[in-house]
T-cell receptor, first 113, second 118 residues
Framework: DAGVTQSPTHLIKTRGQQVTLRCSPKSGHDTVSWYQQALGQGPQFIFQYYEEEERQRGNFPDRFSGHQFPNYSSELNVNALLLGDSALYLC????????????FGPGTRLTVT | AQKVTQAQTEISVVEKEDVTLDCVYETRDTTYYLFWYKQPPSGELVFLIRRNSFDEQNEISGRYSWNFQKSTSSFNFTITASQVVDSAVYFCALPSLYSGAGSYQLTFGKGTKLSVIP
């Protein structure tokens, strides 16, 4: 049973560039959430996708956007990168829209220089 | 607004000692869930437990146990006979319902870093 997978593992970008991170949910899951985790902090919710729509959004600017595909996989896009966007980006999947446990992937470590 | 406080930033214990990680939460919901996650050095968050606010009985799973006290808004986590493999950052989390959409986001505490020394 495949768990949540994310790619790439690590990424180094320059300020002003754009980046796309990818996530495949755990088998059988249809909901994908994205979180940003700065060093030494807890994960912060970015947004959640269900049925290919953004269902909920945290306190992040429009530079952060996403997409969910018919196979439930998801992308996180960040435009006009800032130094402060350097973080671990975590994808979590769950089944449906209830307060069910979310299963996390290994994350993508983004460094903006 | 939902809020989770983990006042202990770092804890160090010697192997085989018992250790308790504290979690205090704030919510206006009358019914809610609480979660604990473990984040080892590899970075991946590992789900440990989900509890419903209806159920205040202590939960035990092997060396892990959880004490949920609604009266004090606490959901503490105890590791008995700690092992080196328990070294990780532990997060307490509270789902918040996005009104009208039926979807939940997790609000995390800042985490407690546990170091178990051999």
């Amino acid at each position: 049973d495949a768990g949540v997978t994310q790619s790439p593992t690590h990424l180094i970008k320059t300020r002003g560039q754009q980046v796309t991170l990818r996530c495949s949910p755990k088998s059988g899951h249809d909901t994908v959430s994205w979180y940003q985790q700065a060093l030494g902090q807890g994960p912060q919710f970015i947004f959640q996708y269900y049925e290919e729509e953004e269902r909920q959004r945290g306190n992040f600017p429009d530079r952060f956007s996403g997409h969910q595909f018919p196979n439930y996989s998801s992308e996180l896009n960040v435009n006009a990168l800032l130094l402060g966007d350097s973080a671990l980006y975590l994808c979590a999947s769950s089944l449906g829209q209830g307060a069910r446990e979310q299963y996390f992937g290994p994350g993508t470590r983004l460094t903006v220089t | 607004a939902q809020k989770v406080t983990q006042a202990q930033t770092e804890i160090s214990v010697v192997e085989k000692e018992d250790v308790t990680l504290d979690c205090v939460y704030e919510t206006r919901d009358t019914t809610y869930y609480l979660f604990w996650y473990k984040q080892p050095p590899s970075g991946e968050l590992v789900f440990l437990i989900r509890r419903n606010s209806f159920d205040e009985q202590n939960e035990i799973s092997g060396r892990y146990s959880w004490n949920f006290q609604k009266s004090t808004s606490s959901f503490n986590f105890t590791i008995t006979a700690s092992q080196v493999v328990d070294s990780a950052v532990y997060f307490c989390a509270l789902p918040s319902l996005y009104s009208g959409a039926g979807s939940y986001q997790l609000t995390f505490g800042k985490g407690t870093k546990l170091s178990v020394i051999p």
